[in-house]
């Protein structure tokens, strides 16, 4: 009943976001909970499905050794690109926090423009090319440390690395930018206070005053930052293909395109779609722990 009333009370504000909610509906809470669903059944989008209980999470972590090898690629994505974007990005707007606005708007856009860029990484593939006329070959022979080209994107001793390369220059994204503003709305009598307190330099300005109060953005970030390395799939689709050779470059993301539409084995595509939301979920709340610890609040 009190819901009811509450709706009533604030009719209005309710109807404000009644748009969104229903948007949000339709496009995320329904695909999760059928995901959730089609991720208990064997679903190949020509038949209706037909459940098999724990048959598709049995086969993931038991059966599948490729599934294992690309969950840890995926780890390795997350925890290198993830944490080092995290770092470059909030290490980057601090720096530029302390430019005039003209001179920080430009050097915001230029950190900020790989991201908008779009295909732009494509040009990585002429950098890597696996042949005498790609950059990275072209130098390493002629200094005298490669005899022959090497086929970086093809070589599953190097692909993983050139994409982590590759992703960690797109990484200053929505994360990046909440930092920069952050940085320019900070109360400066803290700063004022901290210095009668006996704060000495500017690192412990930003350990004892300037973190604190950047606890919403941090927390923005870290999300952002955890969802795109969790996420990584456009950057390795488009430089190692579907699948990388060996499957050496592959994330959990692109063998659940891999499984849902080339192979359309929707059930299991679904399996691994709901593993990926459970390490997100998982990952998500102890960086929020971490943060909590930073916070003013």
Known sequence: MGLIEDIKKNKAS?????????LFTIFTLIPVISSIFLSFTNYNMLQPPKWVGWANYIRLFLADKIFIKVLRNTFIFAFLTGPLSYFMSFILAWFISEFNPKIRAILTLIFYSPSLA?????????IFSGDAYGLI?????RLGILKEPINWLQD???VLWVIIIV??????GAGFLAFVAGFQNLDKELFEAG???????????LFYITIPQMA???????????????????VV????GLPTRQYSADTVVTYLIDYGTVRFEMGYASAIAVVLFIAMLLTNKVIAAILKRYSTE
């Not at 070959?137 to 022979?141: A, D, Q, T």
């Not at 992703?167 to 200053?172: D, F, H, R, Y």
């Open 156 to 158: 599953p001793n190097y």
């Open 167 to 172: 992703q960690l220059w797109l990484s200053l």
């Open 118 to 126: 779009g295909n732009v990484f494509f040009i990585w593939a002429f």
């Open 14 to 22: 309710y109807l404000m976001i009644a748009p969104y909610m229903l």
């Open 216 to 234: 919403p953005q941090l927390m923005f970030g870290a999300v952002m930052q955890i969802g795109a390395s969790f996420g990584v799939s456009t």
């Open 237 to 240: 689709i488009a430089l190692g």
């Open 137 to 141: 070959n072209g130098w390493l022979m």
């Open 195 to 205: 210095a009668i307190d006996g704060i000495k330099n500017r690192f412990q300005e």
